[in-house]
């Protein structure tokens, strides 16, 4: 019995191998060497020499480093609780199964399978001050044009709004969740008299709850890194109104400043691990994924 | 005694059966060097590259052969040096660099070969001076300088015209009234742009605008000095009247669109632009007057002007390879060679060719260059990226009137490395 289980042992290494080969060179490893060089200072030309702290002390002592990091919190929370109770509304609606609902649940998701760099360049276009949409949907009830993305009152909120309308990603999550509640609840709701609002309250959300936790968990978690659409938008301005840690990481190598670049690599992995954490904490119970991990 | 004598005959001749062969390798083997490069694909120095590396081995067939490994993209190709670089590796035996206040890190890593020694006699006496000055530090000449740019403003003249303004304006009494003129006749003035990492167009004309005040070693002051103070005022000026609406925000792409598009009369970039098609395809490009930006401060007779690709190579202790890395280098940078460079992609060369340039277009920034009687560092060359990125994330809300011109410029030295 005993040697039947050590080979099962030696089995389950194997298998495991290769995997945990991988997460050791391409996590554990980059992780140790971000951990290092976040404590050097390192500029790209000779030898790293240690910078103790200081690497860190400059970022949180940086306004715009500041700005990032409260950027980042607005985007976790935007892409939360903005765009996945969206999805969660449009989820709910589809699962009533009314009309063309399958071709919309399509259209919902299409921007899902496009570049982000294309909606990116899109939502430029609609915004501009001197031909964009909003310009003219603006004009149409009189308003003056406004630069969205060229002031820093609006840019923030203009970037943010161009990701969160694409609800499709968790739309579609939600959906397969919301098919797949037992149509007798519903039916018995009906009988007693439950209003469709009533049942969608005490029965789909109920039922969601778990699928929901997932996807503010995602959600929050991108929120965190978010980088592409902003960085290909405003670059992070102006003023640093848009810029995320992501981006402010991204600058400093870009200046050869590795050494910032990596404690701004390590403030975003402990951030984003603690807001995972909590939300697993928080919104853990009835979560397959939480449940799974426990 | 015999014995000892036919035995050392033997071992001598076992040594020189053993050594032959390595050394009539070592003799014969040919010297491969390996040169990631840019000028490739549908750059403009593309053919005049593979020309000259093509003339290259052939006049060296069997003992050097230089190999491109062509990197069409420009960024990837800057990462790519950097990586290797910090890596531990040399990015290959020859390679460019933009040699900048950031990228001078470089010249502390022991992966650049040195030619201080290399360079000397006719040979060194082709570069321009300033830019070896440039490019050595500490004494140490890491990499040669090649390919430069001066960085004027472009007039539409046709524009002008069309407003009224019947020639460029040189000082700023002529400047504004100007700007007004073009202004009223329906269009914005110039191309400016907050955008992007270096607010590339606008940098120029802070840049135009600094020198003037502070003269070419302004860069070497503390960015709270009054030059700069008197520059973001006027770029202040030019933001909230003089420009389009999307400058703030806006991209190098969006910048120029506006003056191709002819939205804008005035535009700033160096003399790669006059290549495009796009801009040859306009009605106006006839009509572009390349010239200095109007001088508010007493330096007046200069230009802005930039090391726009500096050559390196891979540090190599075979000595075999080190000389023909340098026998590469003098064949690359021989008058005959920079001025077939020269003629065919429109760039300009920090080493004398004695090219006079047929297109009117590119002849102009030829003219202006040698009609200045001093050169200045652009800002992003002089202070380096980091001070770059702030000067263009505060250059918008210095338009949008967030920040004064004393913050402005006090926000931009806090990153300043000294």
């Not at chain 1, 959906?175 to 008299?193: T, V």
């Not at chain 1, 009533?198 to 996807?215: D, F, N």
């Not at chain 2, 035996?93 to 890593?109: C, E, G, H, M, P």
């Amino acid at each position: 019995m005993r040697r039947h289980g050590n080979r099962n042992l030696g089995l389950i290494a194997l298998f495991l191998a290769p995997a945990l080969l991988l997460f050791a060179a391409f996590f554990l490893y980059p992780l140790g060497f971000t951990l290092v060089t976040s404590l050097m200072r390192w500029k790209g030309g000779g030898g790293m020499s240690p910078n103790g702290l200081a690497n860190y002390a400059k970022l949180l002592g940086d306004s715009s480093f500041r700005l990032a990091m409260r950027n980042n919190a607005i985007w976790a929370l935007a892409s939360g609780f903005v765009q996945v109770p969206l999805a969660a509304l449009v989820a709910m609606i589809l699962a009533r199964g009314p009309r063309g609902w399958r071709l919309l649940r399509t259209i919902y998701f299409l921007p899902n399978v496009i570049s982000t760099v294309a909606l990116a360049m899109v939502w430029v276009t609609l915004y501009n001050p001197q031909y964009g949409a909003f310009k003219a949907l603006l004009g149409l009830v009189g308003l003056p044009a406004r630069h969205w993305l060229g002031d820093p009152s609006t840019a923030l909120a203009a970037v943010i709004l161009q990701t969160v309308v694409y609800i499709g990603y968790y739309m579609i999550i939600l959906l397969a969740a919301a098919l797949s509640i037992p149509r007798e609840l519903y039916e018995a709701a009906q009988i007693d008299g439950a209003s469709t609002l009533v049942q969608e309250l005490r029965i789909t959300l109920p039922m969601l709850r778990g699928s929901l936790a997932t996807c503010v968990t995602l959600a929050m978690a991108y929120g965190m890194r978010h980088f592409e659409s902003t960085f290909l938008m405003t670059g992070g301005g102006p003023a640093y109104s848009t810029s995320t840690m992501g981006i402010a990481l991204y600058l400093k190598m870009d200046a050869l400043r590795y050494g910032e670049a990596s404690a701004a690599g390590m403030i975003l992995i402990l951030l984003g691990t603690v807001l995972v954490a909590a939300l697993r904490r928080a919104l853990g119970r009835g979560d397959p994924l939480a449940e799974a991990a426990q | 005694m015999r014995t000892t004598a036919r035995s050392r005959v033997l071992a001598l001749a076992l040594l020189a059966l053993l050594a032959l062969p390595s050394l009539a390798a070592a003799q014969g083997k040919e010297i491969v060097l390996k040169w990631p490069c840019i000028w490739v694909g549908k750059d403009s120095k593309a053919p005049a590259i593979a020309e000259i590396v093509e003339a290259f081995n052939a006049a060296n067939a069997g003992k050097v052969r230089v190999e491109i490994e062509p990197q069409p993209d420009y960024n990837a190709y800057e990462q790519k040096v950097r990586t290797a670089l910090m890596a531990g590796q040399a990015p290959g035996d020859i390679f460019t660099l933009k040699l900048n206040a950031s990228t001078k890190d470089f010249y502390s890593n022991k992966l650049l070969m040195d030619f201080s020694k290399d360079l000397t006699g006719a040979w060194r006496a082709s570069f321009d001076a300033g830019a070896l000055a440039q490019s050595t530090i500490d004494k140490k000449l890491k990499t040669l300088p090649f390919e430069t740019a001066v960085l004027p403003i472009w007039y539409n003249s046709a524009a002008l015209k069309a407003a009224g303004v019947s020639s460029v304006p040189s000082t700023m009494a002529e400047f504004w009234p100007a700007m007004d003129k073009i202004k009223a006749s329906g269009i914005a003035p110039m191309s400016q742009m907050s955008g992007d990492t270096n607010a590339w167009t606008s940098m120029i004309w802070f840049s135009h605008f600094a020198v003037s005040f502070g003269g070419p070693d302004i860069w070497a002051k503390p960015f709270t000095d009054k030059a700069f103070v008197e520059s973001a005022k006027l770029m202040k000026r030019i933001f909230e009247g003089y420009t389009t609406p999307d400058a703030v925000g806006a991209g190098a792409g969006v910048s120029g669109g506006h003056f191709l598009a002819g939205r804008t009369a005035l535009f700033s970039n160096g003399p790669w632009y006059a290549g495009r098609a796009d801009l040859r395809a306009t009605p106006f490009f006839p009509s572009i007057v390349i010239a200095r930006a109007p001088a508010p401060g007493p330096t007046k007779n200069f230009m802005i002007s930039r090391l726009q690709a500096n050559v390196a190579a891979g540090e190599t202790k075979d000595k075999a390879r080190r000389a023909a890395i340098v026998q590469f280098l003098r064949f690359l940078t021989s008058e005959e060679n920079v001025r077939k460079l020269a003629q065919s992609s429109g760039a300009m060369f920090a080493i004398d060719s004695g090219y006079v340039p047929i297109d009117p277009l590119q002849k102009q920034f030829y003219d202006i260059a040698a009609a200045s009687k001093v050169t200045a560092n652009d800002l992003e060359a002089a202070l380096g990226a980091e001070a770059t990125l702030e000067f263009a994330q505060q250059l918008g809300a210095l338009a949008l009137g967030k920040v004064t011109a004393e913050e402005f410029c006090a926000l931009v030295e806090k990153k300043i490395d000294r």
